[in-house]
């Protein structure tokens, strides 16, 4: 395609494509969901300039800090450690009776069937615990179990507040006991750490005080305590002890299906999801592993239930589901995480939290290394050619269970570091342009440094994909999603030149309040139409319904055409809509007359994760306390409150997910403030936690200023130049549309990062300034006690210094 013609469609696309999609696919913009009495929203999807500006609305004035993730109670149990033995007697008892209870449901059928394609089993095949995941997960159980025993013992009235707070007091009981250490000492992962200048697969020792984490296969944290109705482990409810409303229908009513297309292109939200899925994998329960893993099943109704069932009651009068008598989703919650302690439940990451490529690379040593290839052009990851003879991701190698591949009809889907690459083209093709962006670097290093063994190549090459993902996300990404105060505030613009400096009491790991609210605010982002442009510059599109678990087209050469559609099509608006394609049609395959519900999934989540309602991170962010309905009018359009205040008997229960979306956004940003907030720390966490970050100096294995200085010159557009089949011309930010100060250009004449200063022994002797090895090696615990380190941040410099005497007076 030249250059004119992929101007035009690019404007045509932006200004009309909203318009097009709608004359060429009538119904994909209808609204099916009748508004009864609810009032329409007057202002349309996310209008901006509320009442706050960025300055008016500072971001919190402290950041958590690990210890944040056990909130310390003021309760002290003064418990023996013969009440916690007879508790953990109790507790042992109730997991056999799970067991039992898991045998039953095996022998009466009640699992779900994954030889046969459906919806349910297509979110359960990518979403559940692998292996390792479901093992620790089953290992915290006993610790849940005696807790709530606990809980019930020493609590005797239905304080909520006096519950989670003798909840939260369980979780510094020391477990001394011969059962109790039994379970510690069966549940705890050790974990060794060696010297050297790459990343481990599954991220440990990142950071080598507390090797964990980051880790795959390690808890959340929190910014606030959990809002169990049980103090414990059971999802929340009302304030006042009643249901929360049924969110099958705030997905109907406020998340509705209205077409209002974003300033910025469909890629926002692609490469969105790519980055999510680096840094978050909440993997569902499943019956343990030597009870054989099976799929939990949660419909229909009925008696028999696993306790990690929490299924949504679909409304009879449901607009979309009643014509199937459909009137159960299934929903499993999220596996427990392996605290190794008793206390309320947590969540666990499946995947490194840090920004490594993990979804390239995987999060488990065996895994990477089944990825790459250790012998012939050795360094490279493993490819498949495509008809056009372009590489493409390898085959998956358990096609009779992956609920995508079609053996029968020998048409594979594809494997990659994450589970989650075959859900929808669009993401399967950016997996397809990194992989080949990491056999380009080998090449290239190879070239420069014939002598570099294959494993010196794959991790040189890793080090440097990894460095541009960076550079990407915080130079052309993240100042879309948060705006350039938020950006500016909080230190995370791609410096010119220079270092930055590593924080080691920064924790990168994922924030439950963010993975499982706030960085879902992509899902509003995705159209229903997939435009896709071909090279003579017609634009046709797909359907996203009808293409998940779809990739097939790649084997034909369809990715530059998905990757043209990304840049070129409007992503939707940031606002509280979104696609029926996500909502009655999730993971439905093709012949099915519905799928799931994602609006409904999400707000389901927050619930089984405990987050709590959206008023208390006003109270968290911006020290708003919130005690009337129409103070939430600064925040939002009034007839938006008005919504939630016609569903939600108190304002402290709205969900967060939900509200969240709802707020105006911030100047120049896609998300309001109180994700601006939520989003913000975590992406800082994210740059100062990881001790491998790009820009990070003064260490054995920082890049050299020279390095540093190419890196900082990769943008998204060449990494689609260089890596796509054939594309020629892209704009340079592929993120916005095409304007006067994003012109569409030639490929060759953007910026590379060009790997000279790489020729040579990678640099650092490691002998010379790391520590020896097992000098790390950490057994945990012990640990040091949990307490609150507020991070102040503070604006002007004087305030800032006053802080610091502040700070030094009392230290
Ligand atoms: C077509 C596009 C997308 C589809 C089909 C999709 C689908 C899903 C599904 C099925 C889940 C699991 C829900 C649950 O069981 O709780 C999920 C989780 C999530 N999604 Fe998306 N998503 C899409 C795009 C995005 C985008 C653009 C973003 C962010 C910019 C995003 C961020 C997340 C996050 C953070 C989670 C939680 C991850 C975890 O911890 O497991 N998604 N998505
Ligand atoms: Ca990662």
């Known amino acids: ?4 013609s992929h101007r035009k469609i690019f404007k045509l696309s932006l200004t009309l494509i909203g318009v097009i999609a709608i004359n060429l696919f009538e119904s994909i913009y209808a609204d099916p969901f009748p508004l009864n009495n609810f009032d329409t929203i007057d202002s349309g ?54 067991w039992r209870l898991e045998d039953q449901l095996v022998r009466d059928g009640i699992f779900t069937n994954m030889s046969h394609i459906s919806a349910v089993s297509r979110h359960q095949a990518v979403t559940t615990t692998l292996p390792l995941g479901n093992i620790l997960d089953h290992n915290q159980e006993v610790f849940e179990e005696t807790s709530k025993i606990l809980l019930r013992n020493l609590t005797t009235n239905l304080d909520p507040y006096e519950t989670s707070e003798t909840a939260m007091a369980l979780s510094s009981v020391q477990l001394r006991s011969p059962l109790a250490k039994a379970a510690v000492d069966h549940c705890q992962q050790h974990i060794m750490c ?16 507390y090797p964990e984490w980051g880790k795959s296969f390690t808890c959340f944290q929190r910014l606030l305590p959990p809002a169990y109705a049980d103090g414990q482990s059971e999802p929340r409810k009302s304030i006042d002890g009643y249901p929360l409303p049924n969110p099958r229908v705030l997905s109907a009513v406020v998340h509705r299906d209205l077409n209002y297309p974003a300033t910025y292109t469909h890629m926002v939200m692609q490469f969105g999801q790519f980055v999510a899925h680096d840094i978050a994998f909440t993997p569902s329960s499943r019956t343990s592993s030597f009870k054989d893993g099976k799929m939990i099943q949660c419909c229909p109704w009925g008696s028999n239930r696993h306790p990690q069932c929490y299924p949504i009651p679909l409304p009879k009068e449901d607009p979309f589901y009643s014509k199937f008598e ?4 299934n929903f499993v919650r999220t596996a427990k995480c392996p605290q190794c302690k008793l206390g309320p439940r947590q969540q666990m990451n499946q995947i490194t939290a840090y920004i490594d490529g993990s979804m390239i690379y995987g999060s488990m040593e065996n895994e990477s290394r089944a990825l790459w290839t250790q012998t012939g052009p050795a360094g490279r990851m493993h490819v498949q050619m495509g008809a056009n003879g372009k590489e493409l991701l390898p085959q998956a190698l358990d096609a009779t269970n992956d609920q995508c591949s079609k053996p029968d009809q020998n048409i594979f889907c594809f494997k990659a570091g ?40 794959y991790q040189e090459a890793k080090r440097v994909l990894i460095a541009q993902l960076q550079a990407i996300t915080y130079k052309e ?41 706030a960085f879902r605010f992509g899902h509003s982002l995705v159209n229903s139409v997939f435009a896709e442009i071909l090279p003579n510059g017609k634009t046709t599109g797909y359907r996203l319904r009808e293409f998940f678990f779809n990739p097939f087209g790649f084997y034909e050469g369809q990715l530059d055409a998905v990757l043209r559609g990304l840049i070129s099509q409007a992503a939707q608006n940031r606002d509280p809509f979104i696609t029926t394609d996500m909502k009655n049609h999730l993971y439905r ?31 968290f962010c911006f020290d708003e306390k919130i005690e009337y309905w129409e103070q939430l009018d600064q925040y939002m359009p009034a007839s938006q409150r008005k919504k939630f205040q016609s569903l939600y008997k108190s304002i402290y229960d709205l969900d967060l997910f939900s509200a969240g979306l709802a707020e105006y956004p911030l100047p120049g940003a896609a998300v309001g403030p109180t994700f601006t907030c939520i989003i913000g720390i975590q992406f800082y966490n994210l740059k100062y936690g990881d001790r491998f970050w790009f820009e990070h100096g003064y260490q054995v294995h920082s890049f050299t200023p020279a390095q540093l200085h190419e890196i900082r010159k990769i943008t998204l557009a060449k990494l689609i130049c260089a890596n796509s089949d054939d594309i020629q011309y892209v704009q340079k930010n592929v993120f916005r549309g095409e304007s006067e100060s994003n012109p569409v250009v030639a490929c060759k004449t953007l910026d590379d990062t060009h790997l000279g200063p790489w020729k040579g022994a990678p640099a650092g002797d490691l002998n010379e300034k790391s520590p020896s090895p097992g000098q790390y090696n950490h057994h945990p615990p012990p640990r ?10 503070y604006k002007s410099s004087a305030a800032a210094s006053a802080a610091a005497a502040v700070v030094a007076a009392s230290s």
């Open 418 to 457: 994450d589970k989650r690459a075959n859900q929808h083209p669009a993401l399967t093709g950016l997996h397809i342009i990194m992989l080949r962006q990491h056999n380009r670097i080998v090449n290239e290093l190879k070239y420069l440094n014939p002598y570099w063994d294959g494993e010196t190549l």
């Open 477 to 517: 990404w993240l100042p879309l999603i948060i705006g350039p105060d938020a950006m500016k505030y909080l230190k995370l613009n791609v410096q010119y030149k220079g270092y930055s400096k590593y924080d080691p009491y920064a924790n990168a790991g994922i924030i439950n309040e963010f993975s499982s609210a």
């Open 45 to 98: 999807g996310g209008e901006s300039g509320g009442h706050h500006t960025y300055d008016s609305i500072m971001l919190p004035k402290r950041f958590m800090s690990p210890s944040a993730v056990s909130p310390l109670s003021k309760i002290d149990l003064h418990l023996s450690d013969n009440e916690i033995e007879q508790a953990f007697t109790l507790g042992k008892d109730m997991v056999y009776r799970n």
């Open 326 to 329: 459909e009137d159960c989703m």
């Open 784 to 793: 040091p006690p949990p307490k609150f380190h507020y991070k102040p941040m």
């Open 1 to 4: 395609m030249n250059l004119s």
């Open 194 to 209: 060696k010297p050297s200048r790459y990343r481990t697969s599954d991220g440990s020792c990142n950071n080598l005080q």
């Open 589 to 619: 395959p093709k012949d099915n007359p519905w799928g799931l519900d994602l609006a409904a999934f999400n707000i389901q989540r927050g619930r089984d994760h405990g987050i709590r309602g959206y008023p208390d991170y006003l109270k």
